[in-house]
């Protein structure tokens, strides 16, 4: 008999007026000098003002260098800095790679050995300090899950910690710190969130929890992702996005997500290609070639999406969902293809094996994949 487990961030806090309960939570969880941890942009475009806004005189220091797809050495970087400064918490403000790197201070923060020892499933040995995520783009869900993915540039690989010690004990989820995200990043962010609700969707570690939140933020992403595209000072438009992201953080950090992520892995890990792109370029190829180990899920993920599905039969349906998710990507502006990104044809094969030993994607994944038939999915979205 199956057992499901679902777990997220302790406190969710979500809304326009989210941020404004920042100075609240801290003194809930006796941080008295946070380490806020973001990037530079962020600083210069005020968005980090409104959380500093909320602090009240409270001590707290500031590190603004954290980088697109982090590197694990900011990692061991930050802690340093974690530690001069005497700091009692921390704050993840910003997209992905600033709230994973919080959280790997968190569980490297009290570690007395090396970094690359809480590398994997399971490792870290106990509760950091009391972590705080304010995501400032709509894509990710890093703010609710378990797992934090940083680059090993030497290895050109991509590395993870996973671990429930990871979990944010707040997230505190505003569009109004989505604002001044960028239009390309609302596009791949928005994407991301997609790739998550529909990859836990037809995980096979899914269960009737996951379904409905995936289902319910495959929906919001439909309609609210070409409106904050478009207009990216629809606030509607930007707390729906906001929403979907969390949601789709709720599902694929219960049912994992599958292949589309194992193939994302290795562009950026060689090509340095930001995550959220990746996974939009390989989202269409990669669920033509699973729609027949799932079509019948496929046409859920059309109908959430808006389409009617009356006298089509599940592989039918399952193809315009895969219509449908390729004109979204094109209708916000994401590249088709690998070559836009000058990724040389005569790699494929070679980040195909690479792709196939992500075991900790791959066996979620609804249709088991060969490096052959990696590489003829790379191929096609070449």
Known sequence: MSVSAFQIANKLLTGAGAINQLDAELTRLKVNNPLIVTDAILVKTGTVELALAELAGRNYGLYDRVQPEPEIGLVEDCTRAYREGGHDGLIGLGGGSAIDIAKGVAAFAGH???????????????????????????????????????????????????????????????????????????????????????????????????????????????????KAYAN????????????ASLMGGMAFGNAGVGAVHALAYPLGGRFNIAHGVSNALLLPYVMRWNKLACAERLKDVAQAMGISVDGLSDLQAADAAVTAMAELCSAVGIPTGLRAFSVPHDALASMAEEASKIDRLMRNNPRKLSPADIEEIYRAAW
Do not use: W
């Open 232 to 243: 990216p000072d629809d606030l509607v438009a930007r707390e729906e996005m906001a929403t």
């Open 112 to 226: 007395e050995g090396a970094l690359a020892d809480l590398f994997g499933v399971n490792q870290v040995a106990r509760k950091g300090p009391p972590l705080i995520a304010i995501p400032t783009t709509a894509g990710t869900g890093s703010e609710v899950t378990n797992v934090a993915i940083f680059s090993d540039k030497k290895a050109q690989l991509k590395k993870g910690i996973v671990s429930d010690y990871l979990l944010p004990d707040v997230a505190l989820v505003s569009p109004v710190m989505t604002l001044t995200c960028p239009r390309s990043v609302t596009a791949a962010s928005g994407v991301d969130a997609l790739v998550h609700a529909i990859e836990s969707y037809i995980s096979v570690n899914r269960s009737p929890i996951t379904d409905a939140i995936a289902l319910g933020a495959i929906r919001l992403i439909a309609r609210a992702l070409p």
